[in-house]
């Protein structure tokens, strides 16, 4: 502080006498006299509150003035927080608490600056404000009890189950505050690559990838996203089964090929064959005003490529109704010819789209006219 001693010169009497003034004491600015975090300090906790101590009591200015916290890396405002604020207390007082209303980042840099006349002493001078980026600095730490969570990257793992053209994919993830429309699994084969993400899944999924090629290698990788970063499972490589031989589709697309031609051939064998066709067909005829003779019960959809006991069924209930006629049985292989006797079928049904394609609509159809007869 400055003391100022005024000397008053003055007459009484003719006599010359000086007179000592009492002490003016003109209040100097208000400074600063720690910060804490310390300036340049490192370690800093992400939820602790930065405080400032004057060396003299000051206030707040009313309101438009604000100390605004920054990160060092690019200048970017984390928040900046009027004087008059809530986040800004212990004004009239030497001590000025900061409470961001978020907690800061881990490792992350940060500096302060304050609004010149942001804060004024009882004599109404201003403090002069920071305006830089070095004189309060700091480093938070690399962990903090409310956000140590966070730096536990997710760990998903990956099962696969492979049945026929069908991965049954198993997928659970660890890890702290995973973001569940970040989790999901990609497959790739030959450079074509999907990815089935989730909207909002759980901490573990079961998933079906239907209808992959025959005779194909996929690679498959989960993945799980946080605040973090994102983590991805080891990959699981898996092979489909080989394309099944045709011969037992190249019999029905023969046999096709053989109603087709069979009027052009006048051999005693191919005369043996017409007349047995027309016995079948017969049958088929008469199948189809009593129905179906037993009922099958699907687990899947099927389409090319799909094989099995549900496939024999199907085609076996076609063979009934009178859509086509394997010349040696069902065959239990989903091929082209099984395709267009579905087509048929659902044109007759009204199923659409009618693409000879065996899923839930046409499975709901079946049932019930099924249940009908």
């Not at 916290?69 to 001590?95: C, H, L, P, W, Y």
């Amino acid at each position: 502080m400055k003391i100022i001693k005024k000397f008053l010169l003055g007459t009484v009497i003719g006599v010359s006498m000086l007179f000592i003034a009492p002490n003016v004491i003109l209040a100097a600015n208000p400074a600063v006299s720690t910060f804490s975090p310390v300036d340049g300090g490192d370690g800093f906790g992400t939820n602790a509150n930065l405080v400032i101590t004057f060396d003299q009591s000051v206030t707040a200015t009313t309101t438009g003035k604000y100390i605004t916290i920054k990160n060092s890396s690019d200048d970017s405002t984390f928040e900046a927080m009027d004087v008059a604020s809530s986040t800004i207390s212990g004004s009239g007082s030497a001590i000025i608490t900061i409470n961001p209303t978020s907690d800061l980042s881990h490792s992350i840099s940060y500096y302060v600056q304050i609004d010149a006349n942001a804060f004024y002493n009882s004599g109404n001078e201003y403090f002069a404000g920071i305006n830089d980026t070095t004189t309060w600095n700091f480093t938070t730490s690399s962990g903090g009890s409310r956000n140590k969570r966070l730096e536990t990257p997710p760990s998903p793992t990956l099962n696969i189950v492979l049945g026929g053209n069908t991965a049954t994919t198993y997928v659970t993830y660890s890890g702290n505050d995973v973001m569940t429309d970040k989790v999901g699994f990609t497959y790739e084969n030959d450079g074509d690559k999907e990815d089935v993400s989730f909207g909002n899944a759980p901490s573990n999924f079961r998933y079906l990838v239907r209808n992959l090629s025959c005779g194909a290698d996929y690679t498959f990788v989960a993945y799980a996203k946080n605040s973090v970063d994102t983590s991805y499972s080891d990959e699981i490589e898996v092979s489909t089964e080989a394309c099944p031989e045709s011969a037992d589709e190249s019999t029905d697309e023969a046999s096709a090929e053989e109603e087709t031609d069979s009027t052009e051939k006048t051999s005693n064998e191919q005369q043996i064959a017409d007349l047995l066709a027309q016995v079948q067909i017969l049958q088929n005829q008469l199948s189809q005003l009593s129905g179906p003779t037993s009922s099958c019960t699907f687990t899947g959809d099927m389409t090319i490529g799909s094989t099995g006991t549900e496939v024999t069924c199907l085609q076996k209930y076609l063979q009934g109704m009178g859509y086509f006629t394997f010349a040696n049985g069902a065959t239990g292989y989903f091929g082209l010819v099984t395709q267009q006797a579905v087509a048929k079928w659902q044109t007759a049904s009204d199923v659409n789209p009618a693409s000879g394609y065996f899923g839930p609509i046409s499975q709901a159809k079946y049932v019930e006219l099924v249940s009908s007869n």
